[in-house]
C-alpha cells in the first residue's frame, strides 16, 4: 500500500538536543497528523494540521503543514529520555479517500541521557 | 472519558483458522477504522465504519470483514488466515464532528503459525 516518505529513519541524539523529522508525499494531502508510538502500544496523537502553511505547538513540539501541502516536518525542542519512541507522520488525502490515513514508516528517535 | 480499548492484546493462531478482533470505541466517537502494523512499519488502512456500515476499503483482501455495533463498537474478523497475517492490529475511532483525528487503542498483537 502507498506510504509516505519519512526521513531520518532513526535518530540517536544526546539529552537536551534539537531534533527534526519530514514526511514528503507525492500527492496533496489536506490534514497532516504526527504519532508517537512506544513499544507494545498503539500510535498517540501529538499534534495535528489542517492548513497549509499551519504551525502548531504542542510543549516542545512543533510542527507545521507544508505549503505546496504535500510535506510535514516535527521538531522536538530539548530532548528528554522518555522522548524515546517511534514517531510517525500520517495524512488523509484530498478528494474521494479522505476517510483513510496514510502512514510513514516511522522515525526511531534514540535520546542519550 | 474512556479511551480505544481491544481485545484480546495477544492471540496465537493457525494457518487456516479463522480469528475475531474487538474493539471498543473512545467515548462519544461514532467511526471506527482498522489498521494492520507489520514489524517495522507504519499502519496500513484496512477499511473504516460509520453507522453500521463500512464507508471505505484499503487494499486487503475480502477474507478481512468487519461489522460495527448500535454501541459503535467493532469486529475484525480475518479467514482463512496465513502467516503473512501476523502484525499488529490497531483500531482507531473519530468522532464524525472531527473525521481528522483518529484516536488508537493499544492493539492485539495476532500471531499466525
Known amino acids: 500500500g502507498q506510504q509516505l516518505n519519512q526521513s531520518p529513519q532513526s535518530m540517536f541524539i544526546q539529552e537536551g538536543e534539537d531534533v527534526s523529522m519530514n514526511c514528503t508525499s507525492s500527492?496533496?494531502?489536506?490534514?497532516w497528523l504526527w504519532y508517537k508510538q512506544d513499544p507494545g502500544e498503539g500510535p498517540v496523537l501529538l499534534i495535528a494540521l489542517y492548513k497549509a502553511g499551519e504551525l502548531t505547538s504542542n510543549g516542545r513540539l512543533t510542527a507545521q503543514f507544508g505549503i505546496t501541502r504535500k510535506d510535514s516536518f516535527l521538531n522536538i525542542s530539548a530532548s528528554i529520555p522518555s522522548d524515546v519512541g517511534i514517531y510517525f507522520c500520517?495524512?488523509?488525502?484530498?478528494?474521494?479517500?479522505?476517510?483513510?490515513?496514510?502512514f510513514g514508516k516511522g522515525t526511531l528517535l534514540t535520546v542519550n541521557p | 472519558e474512556t479511551g480505544v480499548t481491544q481485545s484480546p492484546t495477544h492471540l496465537i493462531k493457525t494457518r487456516g483458522q479463522q480469528v475475531t478482533l474487538r474493539c471498543s470505541s473512545q467515548s462519544g466517537h461514532n467511526t471506527v477504522s482498522w489498521y494492520q502494523q507489520a514489524l517495522g512499519q507504519g499502519p496500513q488502512f484496512i477499511f473504516q465504519?460509520?453507522?453500521?456500515?463500512?464507508?471505505g476499503r484499503g487494499n486487503f483482501p475480502p477474507r478481512f470483514s468487519g461489522l460495527q455495533f448500535p454501541n459503535y463498537s467493532s469486529e475484525l474478523n480475518v479467514n482463512a488466515l496465513e502467516l503473512d497475517d501476523s502484525a499488529l492490529y490497531l483500531c482507531?475511532?473519530?468522532?464524525?464532528?472531527?473525521?481528522?483525528?483518529?484516536?488508537f487503542g493499544q492493539g492485539t498483537r495476532l500471531t499466525v503459525v
Open positions: 465504519y460509520y453507522r453500521e456500515e463500512e464507508n
Open positions: 500527492s496533496i494531502f489536506n490534514t
Open positions: 482507531a475511532s473519530s468522532s464524525v464532528a472531527n473525521l481528522a483525528e483518529a484516536f
Open positions: 500520517a495524512g488523509r488525502p484530498d478528494g474521494g479517500s479522505n476517510y483513510k490515513l496514510t
